[in-house]
């Protein structure tokens, strides 16, 4: 069973500079693309970046020139760096992978539980 483990969510202030880590633990053949969503109050989940195993990205419009989101395969872990964070960028973070188990090499969309990502003055 594959876990992902998100952490460095908290409080910041307007402008103010987050790093998000996610960390992948289990038994898999390997992982595929890995991203970051976030869900507002109210709101529905969207995606934020997704980054694939050519390191090739996309963002969403409302993050890009401010997030940035990187990979380490080596310790199956993917990174957010979040710049000039707005009150509106205020959600529960999700780490996702497209997970390759493996005995019959299927693929597992696999999330994590999330973490709380507040920018208030």
């Known amino acids: 069973q594959v876990q992902l483990m998100e952490s460095g969510g908290g409080l910041v202030q307007p402008g103010g500079s987050l790093r998000l880590s996610c960390a992948a633990s289990?038994?898999?053949?390997?992982?595929?693309?890995m991203g970051w969503y976030r869900q507002a109050p109210g709101k529905e989940r969207e995606l934020v970046a997704r980054?694939?195993?050519?390191?090739?990205?996309n963002y969403a419009d409302s993050v890009k020139g401010r997030f940035t989101i990187s990979r380490d395969n080596a310790r199956n872990t993917v990174y957010l760096q979040m710049n000039y964070l707005k009150a509106e960028d205020t959600a529960v973070y999700f780490c996702?992978?497209?997970?390759?188990?493996?005995?019959?090499?299927?693929?597992?969309?696999?999330w994590g539980q999330g973490t709380l990502v507040t920018v208030s003055a």
């Open positions: 996702n992978a497209d997970v390759v188990e493996a005995l019959f090499r299927r693929h597992f969309d696999v």
């Open positions: 980054i694939n195993t050519d390191d090739s990205t």
């Open positions: 289990g038994s898999f053949f390997s992982i595929n693309a």
